[in-house]
């Protein structure tokens, strides 16, 4: 059973900083697609960065230069570092996985079966 749990969330100012991580058991890293989504109240859920199993991360235009995705294949746990954080950047963060999809599917949310439950960042002005 594929299990994926968020930490790493919290509440800071705007212009901080905060590291989540995405702990997978039952799921082995391979090339398969893995990303973050978020979802803040009232909007639909997005994505924010993903990678295309193949090489390097793929990011929302918003916020590009500013977070970055990296994996831990030895632990088996992804992390998003989202530094110089806004108010909008305010959402339940979710990790999510996919089996069977790499490349340009990556973007698409429905390829990934596999979520985890999210951690909320809050982020005051």
């Known amino acids: 059973q594929v299990q994926l749990v968020e930490s790493g969330g919290g509440s800071v100012q705007a212009g901080g900083s905060l590291r989540l991580s995405c702990a997978a058991s039952?799921?082995?890293?391979?090339?398969?697609?893995m990303g973050w989504f978020r979802q803040a109240p009232g909007k639909e859920r997005e994505g924010v960065a993903h990678n295309n199993g193949t090489g390097s991360p793929s990011y929302a235009d918003s916020v590009k230069g500013r977070f970055t995705f990296s994996q831990d294949n030895a632990k088996n746990t992804l992390y998003l570092q989202m530094n110089n954080l806004k108010p909008e950047d305010t959402a339940m963060y979710y990790c999510?996985?996919?089996?069977?999809?790499?490349?340009?599917?990556?973007?698409?949310?429905?390829?990934?079966?596999?979520w985890g439950r999210g951690t909320q960042v809050t982020v005051s002005s």
């Open positions: 999510a996985a996919a089996a069977g999809y790499s490349g340009s599917w990556c973007r698409l949310q429905w390829v990934y079966p596999y």
């Open positions: 039952g799921y082995t890293f391979s090339t398969h697609c």
